[in-house]
C-alpha cells in the first residue's frame, strides 16, 4: 500500500504563487509514476500534470502548461508541484497520485483510472 499526504494549499491573490507537496509513504517510492489532479466543485476530476519514477520526464495539461512545474525528490520521497500565476480558475482540491511504473508515457498517466493510490487532497483558492 501506498500512503500519500498532500500539503501546502491555501488561499492567495491572483497572480500569486503556491508550492503543494505530497509527502509518500509504504513503497519504494522510485518505482513510481506521480500525478497530480484537481477537482472543481461541481466538476469532474481533472488532469494537471504527471511525472516519471525518474523525473526524467514529465507532461502538462495545457491549461497550466508554462504555469506549473512537477517536480520530485525521491530520496525525500516527495512530489512537487510549483504553481505560479495563478488564476481563479485554478481553484479547486488538489490530488497527488502515484501508479507503478512499468513504461512511462504522459498521454497515458494523465487519465485518473490508470492509477492506484490517492491522497485526500489540499484545497486551493485564488481569488480574484
Known amino acids: 500500500q501506498v500512503k ?8 492567495v491573490q491572483a497572480g500569486g504563487s503556491l508550492r503543494l507537496s505530497c509527502a509518500a509513504s509504504g513503497r519504494t517510492f522510485s518505482n513510481y509514476a506521480m500525478g ?3 477537482q472543481a466543485p461541481g466538476k469532474e476530476r481533472e488532469f494537471v500534470a504527471t511525472i516519471s519514477r525518474s ?4 507532461y502538462y ?3 497550466v502548461k508554462g504555469r506549473f512545474t512537477i517536480s520530485r525528490d525521491n530520496a525525500k520521497n ?11 480558475e ?9 501508479d507503478r511504473e512499468i513504461f512511462y508515457s504522459g498521454s497515458f ?3 485518473p483510472e490508470k492509477y492506484d493510490w490517492w491522497g485526500q487532497g489540499t484545497q486551493v483558492t485564488i481569488s480574484s
Open 109 to 111: 498517466y494523465s487519465r
Open 36 to 38: 497530480w489532479f484537481r
Open 55 to 58: 523525473g526524467g520526464s514529465t
Open 90 to 98: 485554478d481553484t479547486a482540491v488538489y490530488y497527488c497520485a502515484a
Open 4 to 11: 500519500l499526504v498532500e500539503s501546502g494549499g491555501g488561499l
Open 61 to 63: 495539461a495545457d491549461s
Open 78 to 88: 516527495t512530489l512537487y508541484l510549483q504553481m505560479n500565476s495563478l488564476k481563479p
